[in-house]
């Protein structure tokens, strides 16, 4: 999921971009409207986080020119309290929702949610036997339960289903999950396992992990049947 951030204020970008990308997003940060219109054309984003007031071009007009260019990615404002009279503007001009600053970081990413959501396409889950893995929501269901599920315990468990009969070494995970490089303290991803097995057993999924000993982990398509 990559999502684009348009916002003049460094320290509300910044802040933005260390949450989100601790949510397991990949985030690019654009600080006027010009640009941002610009990155947002180019570039395939699941989501646009976009204030209000800003240089260059005002983020209404920034959405205004991505739906002239049929472009529907889901919208979301940053608007001071003192453009909120002005909404009505800004759905107008096709944004999907609002938030008012000065906001909660866990509001704004619930609402991130919900819009990734909506713009689901059944493509994008991922189905094996009864479990299923919706990268767009960050939910995991087993038999329609929901697993909940940290970040980095869903990240793992998507990239070793996604590789389904294939052996994930801890070096291709440390790289793939937590991006840092092969060669590091590699242990970190046994304890996640632990915690993810852990969730998986309760939630009645079995043991579906299994230990390639040595050399990583591997989920098999028989042992999700
Ligand atoms: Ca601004």
Redesign the pocket.
Known sequence: MKLLIV???PGISSFLKEGLEEASYAVDISGDGKSGLELALKNEYNLIIL?W??PAMSGIEVCRQLRKAENMIPIIFLTAKKTLDDLVFGFDAGANDYIKKPFEFEELLARIKVQLKKNLTDDSTIKAGQLTINPLSHQVFFASKEIILTPKEFALLEYLVRNMDRVCTRNLIIEKIWEIPFESDTSVVDVFITFLRRKLEKAGCGKIIQTIYGVGYIVRERDLL
């Open positions: 916002e003049d204020e204030d007031m800003l």
